[in-house]
């Protein structure tokens, strides 16, 4: 009797260690919005399925399936004509009249809207950008922020019809995210954006939760902690928690390695990105991995549905499959990216909203409520 217990409970054990879900044949019907002959895709499918058969010699374990996103370029877009932050932050110091830009903040809205159209950003503006973004939203509880961020969202997109900034996000990537969860992979986001941003945008976009978003960071303190430093300071059940003008961390390059080994601790075997700021987590991710690791890259090279340059792609697919990485080009791979509703107008009005007589209006009003005050 004893025998027969015992078999059972050993096929039961079986049968539940064969549980564990793996990619069928059918796995592109679930990434509908990808065309089917993408290279990218099938490689993705191809690997998916070597790492999730236990009888497989590049077999990962559930616990070790951890998947790094980039965020602007990689799973939203950053062409409305800029990033959705850059956007966001001249809303901030040119539209919003509850806030009073002091001259540098001016300043460097003017540099957002002269280099922003074509990319020509000067050396240092990523830090410098995140500097003023934390500047620009001190004083403000994450609540607020996070009401903020929602408010901003809900616009229309520029150079876009049918789309508000919370519908930016290429669906043919929402499905890469849902397809590997369905694959015990845990997605992170890592991306030089505010964290608390990122954690805003994804609520009903992505099934990513807020602990798995990693981003750049502006210090947080309590509202009358004043001098005190954290570790002197008590918190009180009286007390709220502010964002500060400080910047701690630019989640770019190098930056992005350090914090996933300091939050997530483990090494990812799949990352995704579209730029050089994700070279240094895709580099991470590939070599020096005791399990088999893959690395997707973006091509913005869409100039119908999106505001891409094809003329870029050859070079920048030459450039990134020699570093090993699989080239996911947004024009022949996907067969739609925001939606067959969104239509992409051809005309910005960046330069026209923010013109140097509209500036001048804004800024001499907020200068005469400063002085009214």
Known sequence: MKRIVGFVLLIVMLLLCGCEARPKSNDQTS?????????????????????????????????DRIATFDLDGTLIGELFPTYLEDVMLMRRI??????????????????????????????GFEYAFSSHLAKAFAGMTPKEYDDYVNNFLASPVDGFEGMTYAEGYY??????????????????????????TIRTFIKGVFDIPSENCIGSDAKLEAKDQGNAEDYDYQFTGDDTLVRTAQLLVKDVKTSKVLQIVREIGKQPVLSFGNSSGDVSMHNYALFNNRYRSAVFQLIADDDVRDYGHPEKGPELRKQWEDMGFHVISMRDDWKTIYGENVVRTGEFHWLEDYSDDKISEKTSGMADDTDAA
Request: proline share 9%.
């Open 31 to 63: 990434l509908s919005h990808w065309n089917a002959d993408a290279p990218a895709l099938n490689a993705l499918i191809e690997y998916v399925r070597a790492v999730t058969d236990k009888a497989s010699p590049d077999y990962i374990p559930p616990a």
């Open 94 to 123: 040119f539209d919003d009249p509850s806030y009073t830009p002091d001259e540098d903040m001016v300043a460097f809205g003017l540099v957002i809207r002269d280099h922003a159209v074509d990319r020509t950003f000067p050396a």
């Open 171 to 196: 669906l043919p990537m929402a499905e890469v995210i849902e397809y590997l969860q369905r694959y015990d992979f845990k997605c992170y986001i890592v991306s030089g954006s505010d964290r608390f």
